[in-house]
T-cell receptor, first 114, second 114 residues
């Protein structure tokens, strides 16, 4: 089955710096990779996703890159702001079954210091 | 106009009790999910369900059972609660059952078993 590894588990940056979170997956058939952001005490929310037919996707200050050969994908946040502080989860699909079940990485707690 | 709602928000109960958590979505989505988030913030799929198929994560004890009275609701019933069941439980929904569908999470139910 699918296994998703996420690093680092914690990340502290200065406001304005960039942050990069990396995930690796094991199932070469996986074709969809979302990133969710969870602020303290709140629900996870999708911030960006990428499908296997592209190598990079950007949305303002966030971007995701995908390397299918190496089976890893990364979240990039530029010009970080204090409101970016949260736990970020990567995910990949569980191939078994016909429904959209995801396996999540263990999360990265990002702290942006003003 | 809450998209995915859960009740109760907090639940404190004794070991051995039976409890239910309710989930409702008003998005017209076809598939609903239950996730467990433990104290280390690990987010794990428990069930996914649409009107055709129930998929159960094999690690979920059979004390947990989802019940869906209709397409907009997926309740979680837990029998004989144990200390290790203490966690935050999130309901989620997606438009279809495909793996590339965005999942929308509810606000979570914080369960504490004493």
């Amino acid at each position: 089955g699918e296994n998703v590894e996420q690093h680092p588990s914690t990340l502290s940056v200065q406001e304005g710096d960039s942050a990069v979170i990396k995930c690796t997956y094991s199932d070469s058939a996986s074709n969809y990779f979302p990133w969710y952001k969870q602020e303290l005490g709140k629900r996870p929310q999708l911030i960006i996703d990428i499908r296997s037919n592209v190598g990079e996707k950007k949305d303002q200050r966030i971007a995701v890159t995908l390397n299918k050969t190496a089976k890893h994908f990364s979240l990039h946040i530029t010009e970080t702001q204090p409101e970016d502080s949260a736990v970020y989860f990567c995910a990949a699909p569980i191939p078994s079954g016909s429904q959209g079940n995801l396996i999540f990485g263990k999360g990265t707690k990002l702290s942006v210091k003003p | 106009d809450t998209a995915v709602s859960q009740t109760p928000k907090y639940l404190v109960t004794q070991m051995g009790n039976d409890k239910s958590i309710k989930c409702e979505q008003n998005l017209g989505h076809d598939t609903m999910y239950w996730y467990k988030q433990d104290s280390k913030k690990f987010l794990k799929i428990m069930f996914s369900y649409n009107n055709k198929e129930l998929i159960i994560n094999e690690t979920v004890p059979n004390r947990f059972s989802p019940k869906s009275p209709d397409k907009a609701h997926l309740n979680l019933h837990i029998n004989s609660l144990e200390l290790g069941d203490s966690a935050v439980y999130f309901c989620a929904s997606s438009q279809g059952g495909g793996v590339q569908e965005t999942q929308y999470f509810g606000p979570g139910t914080r369960l504490l078993v004493l």
